[in-house]
């Protein structure tokens, strides 16, 4: 039973508009939430992070906003690049335990 | 700084065999992960070591066996591999609790 979904496998986005990613939980002891972002044949790289104390945070280019009544997190990309044609993952935890989403393929198109 | 690194980077063995997949860390952290993942699952973690001389399952821990040999290294072993754990393996490290946990290339193998 998967603990974090990622809806969307792909988003094809046009390069310097915003690129929307979204993630769903259902466990309510999650309090740490995590993007990662993985090209292919290498591992995953950490983008930015959310503790579930805060509903926002902000790192650059890229924004992770954290509803928890809505148990609904999402990455904010703006303005895309091509080089952030990836894989993106979404991941939560309780504790030592990090659970993944099945990640969403971003392409940016020039 | 290498970071996480795994050995080896691709390997292919019969059913029926046994390897064990190497990992080793050199920034001091204190937990440590394996992972497997495959197409539209995402990554699901196999075995975790939340600190050196422990470890515990994780979502799908049959067929696997793990040693946190020291603080540095933790390795998975496949006693009988099975077409099933065809898949790429990662390993990653952090300092537990609320911090980001960083991943090694990973191991792709193939049991055929």
């Known amino acids: 039973d998967q603990q974090v979904k990622q809806n969307s496998p792909s988003l094809s986005v046009q390069e310097g508009r915003i690129s929307i990613l979204n993630c769903d939980y259902t466990n309510s002891m999650f309090d740490y939430f995590l993007w990662y972002k993985k090209y292919p044949a290498e591992g995953p790289t950490f983008l930015i992070s959310i503790s579930s104390i805060k509903d926002k945070n902000e790192d650059g280019r890229f924004t992770v906003f954290l509803n928890k009544s809505a148990k609904h997190l999402s990455l904010h990309i703006v303005p895309s690049q091509p080089g952030d044609s990836a894989v993106y993952f979404c991941a939560a935890r309780p504790d030592y335990k990090l659970s993944f989403g099945a990640g969403t393929t971003v392409t940016v198109r020039a | 700084n290498a970071g996480v690194t795994q050995t080896p980077k691709f390997q292919v063995l019969k059913t029926g065999q046994s390897m064990t997949l190497q990992c080793a860390q050199d920034m001091n952290h204190n937990s440590m992960y394996w992972y497997r993942q495959d197409p539209g699952m995402g990554l699901r973690l196999i075995y975790y070591s939340a600190s050196e001389g422990t470890t515990d399952k994780g979502e799908v821990p049959n067929g696997y066996n793990v040693s946190r040999l020291n603080k540095r290294e933790f390795s998975l072993r496949l006693e009988s591999a099975a077409p099933s754990q065809t898949s790429v393996y990662f390993c990653?490290?952090?300092?537990?609790?609320?911090?980001?946990?960083?991943f090694g290339q990973g191991t792709r193998l193939t049991v055929v």
């Open positions: 990653a490290s952090s300092e537990g609790g609320q911090t980001e946990a960083f």
